[in-house]
């Protein structure tokens, strides 16, 4: 959430950052309810002030008019109306500063001044990119094809037991995929500090308030059938983010790595990446979140997104980075560098992770802060957070680059301890 005082006193700036992400912020409706807010709460304090007279003096006044009954029963009713006109100024008052947060949880994160312009993907920077593009002597399959022919992968049994965009794999498919979530885990926290945590993978509509899903993505989430407001977890963001939620951390930084099956509606993305394992409802990640101070968010950033990186570097994965536009950023994201791997069989590069920097507009919505020094006032905390990766989408990465003619699957060198040893992934006699 962005912070009022800024916007109150920083209108038309914040009109202007907010343009950037192509948001059109209500700065009449704003001004309209805040001009309001203040009017009540001069208007309640007013009436606070003139009850905590009366009260203050109800009792002399009694005892100046004890010897009239009528007059002591005026006094009383009297005290009443104006406790009464006290507590009616403050419902409206709280009525009308619910409403200003209302608008103001609904208004997206201010866009970094390094954001480029531009309304849509189109408009994205690519800042570098790595590796050797596989060229191949064949027409190379896509993973689809590649899972089914070594009898790992089968989407058409998937989608009997349970629907659309779902898969199940098998043999050494399965085994690879759980290789590379403990691959990443292993890495994370051997080569660049990060501590390990399970978390649950339903969270409550106040952790996704927390992070920005809610209210604004209601309809990207799937919602338990239960009173109390239960949700699956779109990623293990949301879990990890809600950690400090309404807490004052005493040391930053803080940095964790958290493997989760994630879970997407997909809401509006009908038609788009409908074969395989590009787009689904159920998928793994391994999450990276950082909590630093304001200062060190920009470092963290970059060294969140090259610690995403390294996993590419060390499977040997062709990939870019790129510097989402103001357009293509996301709700509760300032800057956001996407990370996208080469796919042979689509011939272009695909998003793997999202590393973003959300400064304090995350900790805002959670009330999270931090004590720099004992005794110093508590401050918003930044988080930081990234897929260290995608763990579905780089198994579909590995499998479209290490095809071999045949149609047989080589296994990456630093996979292979974690696949008791296993070279090559061979084609099946039997299928699924």
């Not at 209108?11 to 059109?24: I, P």
């Not at 009260?55 to 009297?78: D, M, P, T, W, Y």
Request: proline share 4%; hydrophobic share 35%; with cysteine.
């Amino acid at each position: 959430m962005l912070d009022i005082k800024e916007v109150r006193s920083n209108l038309n700036d914040v009109v202007s950052r907010l343009n950037k992400k192509h948001y059109k912020f209500d700065s009449e409706l704003f001004l309209s309810i805040d001009q309001r807010r203040k009017a009540l709460q001069i208007e309640a304090e007013s009436r606070q002030a003139e009850r905590n007279a009366y009260s203050k003096n109800i009792g002399s006044l009694i005892h100046q008019a004890r010897s009239e009954k009528s007059e002591v029963e005026n006094l009383k009713k009297h005290g009443e109306v104006l406790k009464k006109a006290a507590q009616e100024a403050e419902e409206l008052l709280e009525q009308t500063q619910t409403q200003l947060e209302q608008l103001l949880s609904e208004v997206p994160n201010l866009p970094d001044s390094s954001v480029p312009d531009g309304s849509d993907e189109s408009s994205n920077i690519e800042l570098m990119q790595w590796g050797n593009i596989p060229n191949f002597t064949f027409t190379p399959r896509d993973h689809v094809d590649l899972g089914a022919g070594v009898g790992g992968l089968d989407i058409d049994r998937a989608a009997k037991i349970t629907g659309s965009r779902f898969a199940i794999m098998r043999g050494n498919l399965a085994l690879m995929h759980r290789a590379l979530s403990q691959f990443m885990l292993t890495t994370h926290v051997l080569d660049h500090g990060y501590e390990e945590i399970h978390v649950p993978y339903i969270v409550n509509d106040q952790s996704l308030f927390g992070t920005g899903n809610l209210p604004k993505f209601a309809d990207d989430l799937f919602k338990l059938n239960d009173e109390r407001e239960f949700y699956l977890i779109p990623t293990a963001e949301v879990p990890v983010t809600n950690l400090f939620r309404n807490e004052i951390i005493d040391d930053l930084p803080k940095k964790f790595v958290c493997h989760t099956p994630c879970f997407r509606s997909e809401a509006g993305s009908y038609g788009r990446d409908t074969r395989g394992m590009i787009r689904q409802h159920q998928f793994d990640k391994v999450e990276l979140m950082q909590f630093v101070e304001p200062v060190k968010s920009w470092d963290a950033l970059e060294e969140l997104t090259g610690n995403a990186e390294s996993i590419l570097h060390k499977l040997e994965l062709p990939f870019r980075r790129i510097a989402l536009c103001g357009g293509d950023l996301g709700f509760s994201s300032a800057k956001t560098y996407d990370l996208e791997v080469w796919l042979p069989s689509q011939n272009t590069f695909r998003e793997i992770s999202s590393c973003s920097n959300f400064t304090d507009f995350q900790a805002r919505r959670m009330k999270t802060r931090y004590r720099s020094k004992s005794g110093d006032r508590p401050e918003l905390i930044h988080t930081i957070n990234g897929s260290g990766l995608a763990v579905g989408r780089t198994l579909v990465a590995v499998l479209e680059n290490y095809q071999q003619n045949d149609g047989s699957i080589l296994v990456p060198d630093v996979l292979r301890p974690y696949m008791n040893g296993l070279t090559k992934i061979e084609l099946s006699k039997n299928g699924f």
